[in-house]
């Protein structure tokens, strides 16, 4: 790929919604079969195309590509074992604002591991949302942001078109929500340490809380526990210190050379053989005095 398009992907991944202008043949399908491979086999971009034709001319280039892609619509809708291709291993799945929106696909929107597996949603020929997308002719095109509903925020929306002018951009930018979804950066996470009685429900409750936040986000949660090296609790509390980590998921190991002073948040979860555990673990919240620390215990 040229420069432009890594960056565009690189930024896709990042979680950011993106508007890409570029003219016929300079390379729009890359962006989304760039994004199906390096996603992975695990992974889905979904591409929403406004013809069938285009839907089918595409899924056959990218699985030239050794991408498996497929296109739905109502003349391959009852292939075997389409539907669940599309839940479970495609790559890519090409289909019409009115197929996502339909009730046929809604039974895929309510597949928790599907909804998982989503990188990107792509609207392809995006200046059709403001050129058809109208009362009386293809409605369904102002409609695209309900999809936002079944993503969720962090899921990345990437219009893509040759053409756009200034009220084509205003009228995608409206019509997908752009500017809606709130962007998080490391600074609106306070310093925090989580307290569990375990390694396990440490690493469990990093996943747990990594999918809850955007991808830019998901490094800024770790795990501390006793099974580190002492040049890893190290660099460990180095990056705590420093704001690198901000979210730390720790056993009583983390309170062993703990000196922040400006940890906002202390939350123990379960309660430990001895109250004094607590204790000792709430010492950790505002050390430096002019920090308000707030300590929870759960149990």
């Not at 406004?50 to 497929?70: C, T, W, Y």
Request: proline share 3%; aromatic share 10%.
């Amino acid at each position: 790929p040229e420069d432009w398009q890594a960056h565009l992907i690189s930024c896709v991944f990042g979680g950011y919604d993106a508007i890409f202008c570029a003219g016929t043949g300079y390379g729009k399908s890359l962006i989304f079969e760039g994004l199906a491979a390096l996603g992975g086999k695990n992974k889905l971009v979904m591409v929403i195309c406004p013809l069938k034709s285009l839907e089918l001319d595409q899924a056959k280039s990218a699985s030239a590509k050794g991408l498996e892609a497929i296109a739905i619509n109502k003349d391959t809708m009852r292939t075997a074992g389409l539907w669940a291709r599309a839940q479970n291993s495609a790559q890519l799945v090409y289909l019409s604002p009115e197929m996502v929106l339909s009730d046929s696909f809604s039974k895929l929107w309510k597949d928790t591991k599907f909804r998982r597996r989503l990188t990107a949603v792509v609207i392809d020929e995006a200046h059709c949302v403001d050129e058809w997308g109208g009362d009386d002719f293809r409605p369904k095109y102002q409609k695209l942001d309900w999809l936002h509903a079944f993503t969720g925020k962090e899921i990345p929306f990437v219009a893509c078109t040759a053409t756009c002018q200034t009220r084509t951009f205003n009228t995608i930018w409206d019509t997908l929500g752009y500017g809606a979804r709130p962007f998080w950066g490391v600074d609106d996470l306070d310093n925090s340490i989580l307290y569990f009685d375990s390694k396990t429900a440490c690493h469990k409750a990093v996943d747990t809380l990594r999918k809850c936040l955007p991808s830019h986000l998901q490094s800024a949660v770790y795990a501390f526990s006793a099974n580190l090296s002492p040049s890893a609790k190290e660099r460990c509390w180095n990056r705590f210190a420093e704001g690198t980590y901000r979210i730390l998921c720790a056993t009583d190991a983390a309170g062993m050379g703990c000196d922040v002073p400006d940890v906002k948040n202390i939350i123990s979860f379960g309660c430990p053989n001895a109250f004094a555990s607590v204790i000792q673990r709430w010492g950790h919240a505002g050390r430096d005095r002019t920090t308000q620390g707030t300590c929870l215990l759960l149990v």
